[in-house]
């Protein structure tokens, strides 16, 4: 019987992080115990629940039926919340206004929303090497092309400018940024976000995606939102409630327009449409985050505290391991190895060979990019110090 082919766009969609689950789920199958220091999702882990006041509001919006559709870009009170948000940020707030918000079903159907609205076939969008996977895998659904500037790992994962202006033309569309960085957890210093902005202004095609889900992952306290700095290039701010706030479960997350020369009048009407064709965000959802942006931030100090003592831990342990090496990451829950001596094909085989013997699941840094994220792997530090130890023990003998 003739099969029915997948679309082209979608057949070249990969997923790195996911992908490595299959194997692991095997093991699994087979009576083993797995170590998953794969995937960024904060509730994996007993560590980080989701704070109780927002627990609270979810389930009081439950019982009191707030069940239905919400409007289509979001509710009001926390789209305003939102805005103040993004106006009062410490290091560097905008002229946010709450009609500059829309709430998504997190920040990937925020992708796909931008991307369908932005790109023409043959448009590229430039994105950080390494990458997070949809900002690559996403635009061929679009008939466009995703092309990565390097991230120089000897320089804390600094913007190669060089590379970055060779491969600016007319035909960027949209420039990435992922500020705190994944994998890496690096976090650009303002100078680079100037010179990048002063690059981009000889852009007229060009806006800047700047997603910042883990600025509140930010343990030098140097993080600045790109909008803040930008006077005339259109900046679209990235964030939600699946990291920093720890529901990724909950999928919301959020879309903010900086747009200070008014150019994207007709793409926002084009978000604008396929958000209401979308019809909505979960509701309940949406008051469990507006309770988390109009209540106490306190609970974040102990947590942060956490993840920084175990972030300084997996730097001292993978340090003291012969054949990797590392340099402290200042944001996000990653850690990026780079592996000096890899005995085996490439990193996945590595990864693969250590979960099959040592049965600790980690990515491959080549699912974050073949060309920069090659000869790496990814390590999740959200567990606790002690599934941590075991973790780094297995990985030290594995490494002898
Ligand atoms: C940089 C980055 N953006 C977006 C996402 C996904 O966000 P959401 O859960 O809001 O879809 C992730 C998840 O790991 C991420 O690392």
């Not at 990937?108 to 369908?116: H, Q, V, Y």
């Not at 007229?204 to 509140?216: G, L, M």
């Not at 509701?283 to 988390?292: D, I, M, N």
């Not at 990653?334 to 490439?346: C, S």
Request: glycine share 6%; charged share 25%.
């Amino acid at each position: 019987m003739t099969k029915i082919p997948v679309s082209r766009g979608v057949s070249k969609v990969e997923y790195a992080i996911r992908d490595l689950v299959l194997p692991a789920t095997k093991l699994e199958n087979q009576g083993h115990k797995i170590i998953k220091l794969n995937i960024g999702d904060p509730l994996a882990y007993p560590n980080f629940p989701t704070p109780p006041h927002m627990l609270n509001a979810y389930i009081e919006a439950l019982n009191n039926q707030k069940n239905g559709y919400s409007p289509s870009y979001g509710i009001e009170p926390l789209r305003s919340a939102i805005a103040n948000f993004e106006k009062n940020q410490k290091n560097g707030g905008w002229n946010c206004k709450s009609s500059d918000v829309y709430i998504t079903s997190g920040v990937s159907e925020a992708l796909l929303i931008l991307f369908a609205s932005f790109l023409f076939p043959d448009d590229k969008i430039l994105t950080p090497g390494p990458f997070y996977p949809p900002y690559v895998s996403y635009p061929p659904i679009f008939q466009s092309t995703a092309i990565q500037y390097r991230l120089k790992e000897d320089d804390n994962w600094k913007i190669d400018f060089d590379d970055l202006k060779n491969k600016l033309d007319n035909n960027v569309k949209l420039l990435s940024i992922i500020n705190p960085n994944n994998p890496t957890g690096s976090i650009l210093e303002k100078n680079e976000i100037l010179q990048l902005i002063e690059i981009v202004e000889d852009y007229p095609n060009c806006t800047i995606v700047s997603d910042e889900i883990y600025n509140k992952f930010n343990f030098t306290n140097e993080h600045i939102s790109v909008a803040s700095l930008s006077k005339k290039i259109p900046v679209i701010t990235l964030n939600g409630i699946s990291k920093g706030y720890f529901a990724p479960g909950w999928r919301i997350g959020y879309i903010a327009i900086h747009d200070p020369k008014n150019k994207l009048e007709y793409v926002r009407d084009g978000i604008e449409k396929l958000l209401r064709g979308r019809l909505s965000a979960p509701t309940p959802a949406q008051h469990g985050f507006l309770a988390a942006l109009t209540e106490s931030d306190q609970w974040r100090e102990e947590y942060n505290k956490k993840l920084i003592k175990q972030r300084n831990y997996c730097v001292e342990r993978i340090n003291d391991i012969n054949g990797l090496s590392v340099k402290k990451p200042k944001g996000a829950f990653y850690i990026f190895p780079k592996i000096e001596d890899n005995p085996y094909k490439n990193d996945k085989e590595f990864v693969l060979k250590f979960l099959e013997q040592e049965k600790v699941l980690l990515v491959h840094g080549s699912g974050f990019s073949k060309d920069y994220g090659k000869e790496h792997v990814r390590i999740v530090y959200l567990p606790d110090i002690k599934i941590l130890e075991i973790a780094f023990d297995k990985l030290k003998s594995f490494m002898k």
